[in-house]
């Protein structure tokens, strides 16, 4: 009965997962609350663990839905064609510049990564993380009411553009900025248009969160700390139901950019970040 319990958990978990990891909304603050308020009944390493390796289902959602643009053809596999087929060159050029985008995170993540959840990963800085990019959204939308963008598609981003979007990532190592939120919002700065910006948010999530996801379990299991039958059901549900909702969420927010602002999203950070702070310092 306790497994079931925990199981139920998990789901909750990553029905949450699956939805914030792509909206522009902050998975941590999210996660925060509903660690408060259900928690698993696991150890502090585990959860810390579980807490980015289910981002592995949320990211494997992207591949799935977007399969031919992110992988070769792989019928010219046995041609000379290989490398040089025009589709094939263009998934090869989109890679080029998701990996010149993923760099920073990936350097400064690596070294800085375990300070940042030591010293930031609080109420007080995930509330003013939510709030500030939260006005942040409606001031840009604001400014760029009716504006025409040349970039509306994610193959015409310049590398030195990918490459400030990576850099915009790097915020995300605040809890409470949001990682899509980060590159969304670097993407607008630069340029592009809202469709360009999200689906190139979610290509960087790839190699960001599979990379995060692997560092996490690493380190977890040199922590020699001992895992049991529960917590590995607890592992593989929580990523099958991110990765499930994250196909809707991904969708969802495709087709709600196409005709309208992240300004929703702006206001919903703010109350958001109220909400937390009003838990933590009001309620709890």
């Not at 060159?89 to 993923?102: E, P, S, Y």
């Not at 190699?207 to 592992?235: D, H, N, Y």
């Amino acid at each position: 009965m306790t497994t079931f319990i925990e199981l139920i958990k998990t789901v909750l978990y990553g029905i949450l997962e699956g939805i914030t990891e792509w909206l522009p909304i902050s998975s941590t603050g999210h996660l925060i609350l509903l660690e408060e308020i259900l928690p698993l009944n696991v150890s502090e390493e585990f959860f810390e663990m579980f807490e980015v390796v289910i981002q592995l289902g949320a990211s494997l959602a992207v591949l799935g839905l977007y399969l031919g643009t992110l992988l070769p053809n792989f019928k010219t596999l046995k041609t000379k064609n290989f490398l040089t087929a025009p589709e094939n060159k263009r998934t090869f050029t989109l890679w080029g510049k998701i990996i010149v985008a993923v760099i920073p995170s990936a350097v400064i993540g690596l070294l800085l990564d375990d300070w940042f959840d030591a010293h930031f990963y609080n109420a007080p800085t995930v509330a003013a993380a939510l709030a500030f990019y939260g006005v942040i959204y409606i001031i840009i939308e604001s400014v760029r009411k009716n504006r025409n963008n040349d970039m509306g598609d994610v193959h015409s981003i310049s590398y030195a553009k990918a490459f400030g979007m990576g850099c915009f990532q790097v915020l995300a190592l605040i809890p409470g900025t949001s990682r899509s939120g980060s590159t969304i919002l670097g993407g607008l700065l630069l340029g592009l248009s809202r469709t360009a910006a999200a689906e190139m948010s979610f290509f960087l999530a790839l190699p960001t969160m599979l990379g995060a996801s692997a560092l996490k379990a690493l380190k977890f299991v040199l922590g020699g700390t001992p895992i049991s039958g529960t917590e590995i059901a607890i592992l593989i549900v929580g990523c099958v139901v991110s990765y499930l909702v994250s196909v809707v969420a991904i969708k969802f927010l495709m087709g709600f950019v196409k005709k309208h602002t992240f300004i929703p999203f702006g206001i919903y950070r703010i109350a958001l970040a109220v909400l937390v702070l009003a838990y933590f310092f009001l309620i709890k």
